[in-house]
């Protein structure tokens, strides 16, 4: 009975508390990104991928960040704190998880550049393609939405992991378009390749400029 009611509460708070959605959500995305170090980290060393091996750093940094995130999260709530004493907490860590985000969008020089490079192998079909960026759209949709959404709220840390999923949102879309690319044309060849470097580049870009964006609001909020 006790567990009924307890998970009768959770449902009912997923439905009514945005920012509790938001660390649910992101809980699922960490087993997820967890699931693809391992999986890169694996390929990249049977198979001396150089392009795995740099997907897998970048999985681990998301990891680690989602991880350090969500562990606050927890211990918060279970340190019997009240409401302003966790706020004034997430306040002092939110600087260096920002910090956190600029290093993870460092790491994806290398398998942008591959990916440009055509040093990554694509075997979709075309099926399988349209799925992927049909599954692409969802999460930029989603990711901007609780992004937009969660400039309301005061909850810091739901507001970093928005922060965490937009930038991951955002690399998908390097993938959909070289996926894109070279299951629907002829590779990246001419002047093909200057546009995919270019349009790889102004994604890149702006990760990077919302990312520091976020370190300087961050500091700011510190009296920094």
């Not at 009240?82 to 706020?87: A, I, M, T």
């Not at 055509?118 to 992927?132: C, D, F, L, P, R």
Request: glycine letters at 6%; a positive charge.
């Amino acid at each position: 009975m006790k567990g009924k009611k307890a998970c009768a509460a959770a449902c009912g708070r997923l439905f009514k508390d945005r920012a509790y959605r938001i660390i649910f959500a992101s809980a699922l995305s960490l087993l997820a990104s967890a699931a693809f170090t391992g999986y890169n980290a694996f390929l990249g060393a049977a198979y001396r991928s150089v392009w795995n091996v740099s997907v897998a750093v970048y999985y681990a940094l998301l990891t680690a960040l989602r991880a350090d995130v969500l562990f606050r999260e927890k211990k918060y709530a279970k340190g019997g704190l009240s409401d302003e004493e966790k706020e004034a907490r997430r306040k002092k860590t939110l600087p260096w998880q920002c910090i956190a985000l600029l290093f993870l969008d460092i790491a994806l020089i290398m398998p942008i550049a591959l990916m440009v490079r055509q040093q990554k192998q694509v075997n979709y079909s075309e099926i399988a393609a349209i799925s992927v960026a049909a599954y692409t759209v969802y999460r930029i949709a989603v990711s901007a939405r609780n992004y937009f959404g969660a400039k309301k709220l005061r909850h810091r840390g739901a507001k970093i992991l928005t922060y965490v999923n937009l930038v991951d949102a955002s690399v998908s879309v390097l993938t959909l378009q070289y996926t894109l690319l070279m299951t629907f044309g002829d590779g990246i060849k001419g002047n093909m390749f200057v546009l995919c470097a270019l349009s790889s580049f102004s994604v890149w870009a702006f990760i990077v400029a919302f990312s520091v964006k976020a370190v300087f609001s961050a500091v700011r909020a510190n009296g920094g």
